[in-house]
């Protein structure tokens, strides 16, 4: 059975660090690109960063670019992301998820199955 | 930076059908898929490439795209359908872009 495994998330002070991981399991995780999601209480869903499959290319939602680094360590199946300086208003639930990709005449087509459960993050004082 | 527009809520009797619209500049020349989420879970993919059904998604799920507008289908809602619903596409200068959701409620 596919599954990502999330965690690390918690309460952490405005200004302060974070690193979340995500265990995979049920694929072979160092053929995929890999994403992270968040959702703020009550909240749409937001893409935060997007990894390679061998970790050589990472992209960042604007938002988050020059704070947060995402990372892999295929040899343990596991994706993370590391958060700093964060912000009271980027408490959420962080979901990863399993790229799928498909190119056809030329358009690139890409959805995220599976997602982890999520891991809470809550920014505060 | 790329957007597309859900309506924020849609009702549906029990039975009928229901409809989800998405809107994008562009989405013409895109594709589109589509995310139920139920209270308290994840996300969970019901259509992709426009209008793909991965496998275990009933087949009462269906989508379409029409312009710059794609729509998700529930034919036959169940009350089990009730969740908020999500469409997403790639735009290779936003990459991963969501709607802002819609609320599906069945009474």
């Known amino acids: 059975e596919v599954q990502l495994v999330e965690s690390g998330g918690g309460l952490v002070q405005p200004g302060g660090s974070l690193r979340l991981s995500c265990a995979a399991s049920?694929?072979?995780?160092?053929?995929?690109?890999m994403h992270w999601v968040r959702q703020a209480p009550g909240k749409g869903l937001e893409w935060v960063s997007r990894?390679?499959?061998?970790?050589?290319?990472?992209t960042y939602a604007a938002s988050v670019k020059g704070r947060f680094t995402i990372s892999r360590d295929n040899a343990k199946n596991t994706l993370y992301l590391q958060m700093n300086s964060l912000r009271a208003e980027e408490t959420a639930v962080y979901y990863c998820?399993?790229?799928?990709?498909?190119?056809?005449?030329?358009?690139?087509?890409?959805?995220?199955?599976?997602w982890g459960q999520g891991t809470l993050v809550t920014v505060s004082s | 930076s790329y957007e597309l527009t859900q309506p924020p809520s849609v009702s549906v009797s029990p039975g009928q059908t229901a409809s989800i619209t998405c809107s994008g500049n562009e989405l013409g020349n895109k594709y589109a898929c589509w995310y139920q989420q139920k209270p308290g879970q994840s996300p969970v993919l019901v259509i992709y490439?426009?209008?793909n059904r991965p496998s275990g998604i009933p087949e009462r799920f269906s989508g379409s795209k029409s312009g710059n507008t794609a729509t998700l289908t529930i034919s036959g809602t169940q009350a089990m359908d009730e969740a908020d619903y999500y469409c997403?596409?790639?735009?290779?200068?936003?990459?991963?872009?969501f709607g802002g959701g819609t609320k599906l409620t069945v009474l």
């Open positions: 997403q596409a790639w735009d290779r200068n936003s990459y991963v872009v």
């Open positions: 049920g694929f072979t995780f160092s053929t995929y690109w």
């Open positions: 490439e426009d209008n």
């Open positions: 990894i390679r499959s061998d970790g050589s290319t990472t």
């Open positions: 998820a399993r790229e799928r990709l498909t190119i056809i005449q030329g358009v690139t087509s890409i959805w995220l199955d599976p």
